[in-house]
């Protein structure tokens, strides 16, 4: 007889051909206007993030780390810069071995001519790709998310509980689970009910104060899904939102065998953590304060872990230099991450992060600050709290952080005190 051991093996065996059999879909088309002037240019899933990557390298890079090697990158909004992410960063896969990276740009492809009319109609509108790849269960997860999940657990527990879409969830303070779409389940994770931002949100049995919040990450059966997507395409607009949450997945409930996965099953942590890392960085507070979590001595999200690496795609950029050492004008940074290209000439930088290629100048106190790629910050400036756009040229003697009523008329400054400053506002502030 097997012992417990063999016995695993064949089940790891097995689980890694139905993930050869899988078709992921990164969701990628989203401005996110809660980012503000962020997403001016870029889609939500292309801004910089943690020093060096884009937000949807965590997507990309867990279905890679997963072994899922077959994926599908639909995209809508302001998509150049994201095009050209993926196509430098991410054309490593082989397609003689049927590895790939699809970018899918809306292109009107069904009757109607509609753009993409929400998520699960940007999955319709590809189907016939989607087909011509034959898998036998596709992967269905949102791109501008920050987290490192395991995605071979959730399609090994959609397997075993023969579902026909599984839903992956977190655990939230039932407080706060009002912002999210929220499940109800029995005890053997059978979802009973799917309410979007409900008033009353249902706990978890067991667990009174905590409800399950879904995550936007949905495993189907191929042949099921396409059923389904071709049931709502035909629904009319204003019946339906053709969006998974809104509309597909609740449809499903009390109808088929709808199954919820736990995110701490198949969370990818370090030793030591204390939490089941999950961000949504979807709004100016959340960008900056999970920035400068990864200052910390041990932030919650772990960037140098070896056995579940974060891909992305890097310019060659020298390192990071720091000059001159005297009192009054010293090169330094503490509490800091800098990247690749930056130069801190003289300038004090405490508690921040630096992105690429940035140039802090002589006598600058920087703290508390995420400063994105390109920029160069003028001499005697001192910026406190801040998110600073990428390519911004801050003039000399800026002062930010220390006046909240100048700083929200001349800046855009959340109800929490991060000020975000771009070139646009900067160029209006000159011209003022």
């Given at each position: 007889m097997f012992d417990a051991v063999e016995r695993k093996g064949l089940l790891d065996i097995e689980v890694t051909e139905r993930l050869r059999r899988t078709?992921?879909?990164?969701?990628?088309?989203?401005?996110?206007?809660?980012?503000?002037?962020?997403?001016?240019w870029h889609a939500k899933p292309a801004i910089p993030f943690a020093g060096k990557f884009r937000i949807i390298d965590f997507a990309l890079s867990n279905c890679i780390n997963s072994g899922i090697r077959r994926?599908?990158?639909?995209?809508?909004?302001?998509?150049?810069?994201?095009?050209?992410?993926?196509?430098?960063?991410?054309g490593f896969l082989r397609g003689e071995f049927n590895e790939f990276i699809e970018l899918l740009p809306a292109q009107q492809r069904t009757t109607g001519s509609n753009w993409y009319r929400g998520t699960a109609d940007a999955v319709f509108q590809n189907l016939d790709i989607i087909r011509a790849h034959k898998p036998e269960y596709v992967l269905v997860l949102a791109g501008d998310h920050v987290y490192k999940m395991d995605y071979g657990r959730m399609l090994a527990q959609h397997v075993a509980r023969n579902a026909d879409v599984t839903v992956a969830c977190l655990e939230v303070p039932l407080t706060d689970a009002t912002a999210f779409g929220v499940m109800a389940v029995d005890e053997d994770d059978n979802v009973l009910r799917f309410d979007e931002k409900p008033a009353n949100p249902t706990p978890v049995p067991g667990k009174p104060d905590t409800a399950l919040a879904s995550m936007g990450i949905y495993i189907f059966n191929a042949a099921f899904l396409y059923e389904r997507l071709a049931r709502d395409a035909i629904i009319a607009d204003d019946h339906t939102s053709h969006d998974f949450g809104h509309d597909v997945i609740p449809e499903l409930v009390g109808k088929y065998r709808v199954i919820a996965h736990h995110f701490q099953d198949s969370c990818v942590m370090h030793e030591g953590a204390r939490e089941h890392y999950w961000r949504d960085v979807g709004t100016i507070d959340a960008y900056w304060e999970a920035n400068i979590d990864l200052t910390t001595v041990t932030p919650a999200l772990n960037l140098y872990d070896q056995n579940w690496p974060i891909w992305t795609y890097q310019a060659q950029l020298p390192p990071a230099k720091f000059v001159f050492d005297s009192d009054s004008r010293r090169g330094m940074a503490v509490d800091s991450m800098v990247s690749g290209g930056c130069v801190i000439s003289g300038a004090a930088v405490r508690r921040s992060l630096l992105f690429s290629n940035v140039r802090i100048n002589s006598y600058c106190v920087v703290e508390d600050t995420v400063v994105l790629p390109d920029s160069d910050i003028g001499r005697h400036s001192r910026l406190s709290r801040c998110i600073v756009d990428q390519g911004c040229v801050v003039p000399p003697g800026l002062v930010v952080g220390e006046d909240p009523e100048l700083d929200a008329r001349r800046f855009f400054r959340t109800e929490k005190g991060i000020t975000l400053i771009t070139n646009t506002m900067l160029k209006e502030l000159e011209g003022g």
């Open positions: 078709l992921a879909l990164v969701l990628a088309g989203g401005r996110g206007s809660r980012l503000k002037n962020l997403t001016d994926i599908g990158v639909p995209t809508q909004y302001k998509a150049h810069s994201l095009l050209q992410h993926i196509q430098r960063g991410w």
